[in-house]
């Protein structure tokens, strides 16, 4: 039987979700007769214009491939500087600090983990576990340099993401969306049109009073899900329970002479602080939990702990963590914040963005919207947002703080993957991963070890290892690091060297 492809689309909401959708799209079916068209509501407060500073994960650079873009123009367009990992502050105790740093740790020797060998040592004093990471090394002394396409090389194992101005970012995908050919349409949704026979949505009317119809709609909207939940009354699963913050206040300040190439996240008494360095000033925010803190006292907690002027007047948002209850629901399917939201502790918001078009791109359907599509993308997406979750909830879990936030978040009951997850690593330092993870087993150990959290016993592989020469093999690899780390040049010298320096106006580099 032939297939009755998609011949119109439209995106309700810009932003990177919305931009993003629309530049994939362009990019990977641009081939077919498809009209793609994004209602853009310049003017009107999101999600995304809240989070103006972002960080990102490596693999953004994933999806930048995809669609052909040169790093070095993007990063020169969005004010773009290098993540290196995240530097933990009080996470577990007042006074403590360690980083979760991009890519692996250390290596695996003789087919045992690594961090099995590194609590081995560790009983003889062995230096911190972050320490084998050529990120963290490089972060915490403020380094950067491009990775070595020589294996042999340290500086193959270098991992980096972003950190970036959203609107920039936002304003030069849809550049490239626009030059490959989709529609940009001022204006808000003021309703949404059903079928009567199937409820599908039939179309959107603007504001305007114009009507525009479409055979698949795509909900960029922010947590309203205007789209989504407003007409298809979809639900939200709250996971509140499990992570209560639910404010934000964020105000950029001036920038610091020194450019590290980390984000910055710093406990405190009702939740925690960001910080995000951009080429040209600072994101600073507080996420907290508005039972324990008022929004006054944490604005002013903010704006005490800047390093520089604050830039602007600070903004405010209300949110529960939590996701639809489907993301493809009928003919619409629902992108970033209009698909859930989770706090952004470790950068993930672009990350569950490119993934859920990604897996749209994968399981595009045709007009007859075969419901095993909608079905398939949905469990997929369900899965990876409750991985993302319970590594947060961990975070939380861990820390030996003793406000009420952290005591509530302790003594809550687990997901049961993650509470099967901290069983595992509490007997033998075991690291299980399911299904449609976002962070791998270095990720899940760096939060682990970095909160002080550690295995009763060895794993037993580590029963016949020599320890001296393990300790000996560790120091090599310690130094090299180090050493590698040392040669660097600062993270600001190679954004110069690399010509990457934004230029006044933040942009205007053509895709």
Not at 92 to 99: F, L, P, T
Not at 103 to 119: K, N, R
Request: hydrophobic share 40%.
């Amino acid at each position: 039987m032939p297939s009755d492809p998609i011949r119109n689309v439209v995106i309700v909401g810009g932003g990177i979700a919305g931009w993003m959708s629309a530049a994939a799209l362009a990019r990977a079916l641009g081939a077919q007769p498809m009209s793609i068209r994004v209602i853009d509501p310049t003017g009107v407060a999101a999600e995304a214009d809240f989070f103006a500073e972002q960080g990102s994960l490596p693999a953004l650079r994933a999806i930048h491939r995809i669609l052909a873009i040169d790093e070095r123009q993007f990063m020169r367009a969005t004010q773009a500087t290098f993540r290196l990992g995240t530097e933990f502050s009080d996470w577990s105790a007042a006074g403590q600090r360690w980083i979760h740093p991009c890519g692996e740790v250390g290596a695996t020797l003789e087919t045992i983990p690594f961090h099995h060998l590194w609590l081995l040592a560790r009983q003889q004093g062995e230096a911190g576990f972050d320490e084998f990471s050529l990120a963290a090394q490089a972060a915490r002394r403020g380094k950067f340099a491009s990775p070595s396409a020589d294996p042999r090389s340290v500086l193959s194992t270098l991992a980096y993401a972003f950190h970036f101005d959203a609107a920039l970012y936002a304003r030069y995908l849809r550049r490239y969306a626009e030059e490959r050919g989709v529609v940009r349409t001022e204006g808000v949704v003021k309703e949404v049109k059903l079928r009567g026979e199937d409820g599908f949505i039939e179309a959107v009317v603007l504001e305007s009073g114009e009507r525009l119809e479409g055979d698949l709609f795509i909900d960029c909207s922010g947590s309203a899900g205007v789209l989504i939940e407003e007409a298809l009354g979809t639900g939200y699963e709250d996971w509140s329970a499990w992570l209560p913050c639910d404010r934000a206040v964020a105000v950029p300040s001036a920038s610091a002479a020194e450019l590290i190439p980390c984000t910055r996240s710093s406990a405190r008494s009702a939740g925690w602080q960001w910080r995000i360095p951009l080429q040209q000033r600072i994101g600073n925010g507080y996420v907290y939990c508005s039972r324990y803190l008022g929004e006054d006292e944490a604005t002013s907690t903010l704006l005490g702990s800047l390093e520089g002027a604050a830039l602007a007047s600070p903004r405010q948002l209300h949110f529960t963590t939590g996701r639809r209850k489907k993301f493809w629901n009928r003919n619409c399917v629902a992108i970033g914040a209009a698909a859930g939201f989770l706090e952004p502790l470790e950068s993930t918001s672009s990350h569950s963005i490119q993934s859920g078009i990604v897996k749209l791109l994968a399981l595009f359907p045709d007009r007859s919207f075969d419901p095993a599509e909608a079905a398939e993308y949905n469990r997929l997406m369900s899965n990876e947002y409750a991985r993302i979750r319970d590594f947060l909830v961990l975070h939380y879990r861990l820390s030996t703080r003793a406000e009420p936030l952290w005591c509530e978040c302790r003594e809550a009951s687990l997901p049961p993957l993650l509470e099967r997850k901290i069983e595992l690593f509490s007997s033998r330092g075991r690291v299980v991963l399911y299904d449609d993870e976002t962070f791998g087993e270095s990720s899940w150990v760096s939060v682990f070890l970095g909160q002080r959290f550690w295995p009763k016993r060895s794993d037993p592989r580590v029963a016949t290892v020599d320890l001296a020469v393990t300790r000996e093999r560790l120091g090599r690899m310690r130094a090299t690091i180090r050493d590698a780390a040392a040669a660097m040049p600062s993270h600001r010298a190679s954004i110069a060297q690399l010509g990457i320096a934004a230029n006044d106006l933040g942009g205007g580099d053509h895709v």
